[in-house]
């Protein structure tokens, strides 16, 4: 898409791009969103920049989230409030403020990391990869969300102990990030 001298969006907003990584974490360049997470048959997906948020609300509750069924990679599978990319030369941090209002329709704060060397690679039923250096962060609501639908298709709140016991019981119901993560200490020791 071709941003013209009367078009008022910036070319972020035209062409979302992602940072690419090297094996060594570092950047070493840029990519469209759009063609970055590809089949596994076909190569697979180049290591990038991403980033996972917790949410809880008021009560502690942690939000779950059911990705929308038309997402790229994933889709249907239940997991945390939600996940993104950092622009370039934005902090996985700042990603984070930026895209709760964009995918939850309510913002966020207290924004802490959990995990914040989080890196992962996992392929979805029809083998859209994922492959990120992914710092997950806990972060706090004080409303319901009113989420985007090309993001959620569902959603609910619900206890911590509840989710650990169902990933620890049914584990393919959720992302397999959500699933490292728990095992990694995202909810506490295990």
Not at 3 to 26: C, F, K, M, Y
Not at 50 to 63: E, Q
Not at 107 to 112: A, C, D, Q, S, Y
Not at 133 to 159: H, L, N
Request: net charge negative; aromatic share 8%.
């Amino acid at each position: 898409m071709q941003q013209g001298p009367s078009d008022p969006r910036t070319v972020e907003e035209v062409e979302e791009r992602v940072v690419l990584l090297g094996a060594d974490g570092a950047p070493i360049g840029t990519e469209a969103k759009a063609s970055v997470h590809r089949n596994a048959a076909d190569g697979g997906t180049p290591l990038h920049l991403a980033f996972s948020c917790h949410v809880y609300g008021p009560d502690g509750r942690f939000l779950l989230t059911r990705r929308a069924l038309g997402k790229k990679a994933f889709g249907g599978v239940w997991t945390n409030g939600f996940c993104g990319h950092p622009a370039p030369g934005e902090a996985p941090a700042e990603a984070v403020l930026r895209r709760a209002p964009q995918e939850l329709g309510v913002g966020v704060r207290e924004v802490t990391p959990l995990l914040p060397g989080f890196r992962y690679r996992a392929a979805d039923a029809g083998g859209v990869e994922e492959h990120e250096v992914c710092p997950v962060f806990r972060a706090e609501c004080d409303g319901d969300p009113v989420p985007e639908r090309d993001e959620v298709a569902e959603w609910c709140w619900v206890e911590v102990a509840d989710l650990t016991a169902a990933l620890a019981s049914v584990p393919r119901v959720f992302s397999p990030w959500l699933v490292m993560q728990w095992e990694q200490g995202a909810f506490g020791p295990r």
